[in-house]
């Protein structure tokens, strides 16, 4: 190579090898962005279907992630539902949970040799975590929480309807037809019937978070505002 009129030895500015090297790089950038693609894609996978907040929510979305990479989803919704009606319905299971005079370390431990081979890993770590953190007390609306996303997931809608007197079938077939165009296309129901006499007659409907208020007590409170 000449340089102003003097002969160098060298054959070129870049190795000879050069385009073996930018091939490779070329190459890695490749598996990279591909690794990271899959990586994202199975993270959102696993992402809970519902953006919920909160400190119950935190620990409902973190379990939710875990069961759902353990290929677990359901059977640990089973299990915190377990738990919760336990909580409910044993003064002495729920004095365990709330007592505060209990260490932490030592409420971790007993919670492990309670749950270990009874449960899952995903629920047996949530419930030690929980001790450890002291908010065993926080089960349910953790549990609540988890069976929200669970839900979602499923494309359930949940409606519950509230009259003063118990409903017959042919009554709630009714109601619940003339539900129909309020629920998205293609979502599951799940219908409940509360009886409420305080309504005094009519209904009250809720879906999702809408709430339908039809009964006489809200009519007699509405005409009694207007009188006012």
């Known amino acids: 190579v000449v340089h102003g009129g003097t002969t160098c030895g060298c054959t070129g500015l870049f190795p000879s090898n ?8 070329s190459l890695l950038r490749t598996a990279t962005s591909s690794v990271v693609r899959r990586a ?10 519902l953006d919920i907040y909160g400190l119950n929510a935190r620990y409902a979305n973190a379990t939710y992630v875990a069961a759902s990479k353990a290929g677990s989803l359901e059977k640990v919704e089973a299990e ?13 299971f729920a004095s365990f949970l709330e007592n505060p005079l209990i260490g932490r370390d030592t409420k971790a431990k007993q919670v492990e040799e309670l749950l270990k081979g009874q449960t899952t890993t995903v629920t047996l770590n949530l419930m030690t975590v929980l001790a450890g953190n002291a908010r065993l007390s926080s ?11 669970m839900k ?22 009714a109601v619940s037809e003339a539900m129909k165009g309020q629920f998205p296309a293609g979502a599951k129901v799940v219908l409940k019937t509360e009886v409420d006499p305080s309504i005094m007659g009519g209904l009250q409907i809720q879906i999702g978070d809408k ?3 039809l009964s006489v007590g809200s009519r007699i409170e509405e005409v009694g505002r207007t009188v006012v």
Do not use: C, W
């Open 152 to 173: 979602a997931k499923r494309g359930e809608v949940e409606a519950t309807i509230i009259s003063a007197d118990p409903l017959n079938k042919t009554q709630t077939a």
């Open 18 to 25: 050069t385009p073996n090297m930018l091939s490779r790089a």
């Open 211 to 213: 709430f339908l208020d």
């Open 80 to 92: 915190l539902l377990a738990i919760k009606k336990s909580a409910e319905t044993s003064a002495e």
């Open 40 to 49: 994202m894609a199975t993270e959102a996978a696993h992402r809970p279907p």
């Open 139 to 149: 089960i349910a609306g953790i549990a609540d929480s988890y069976v929200q996303q």
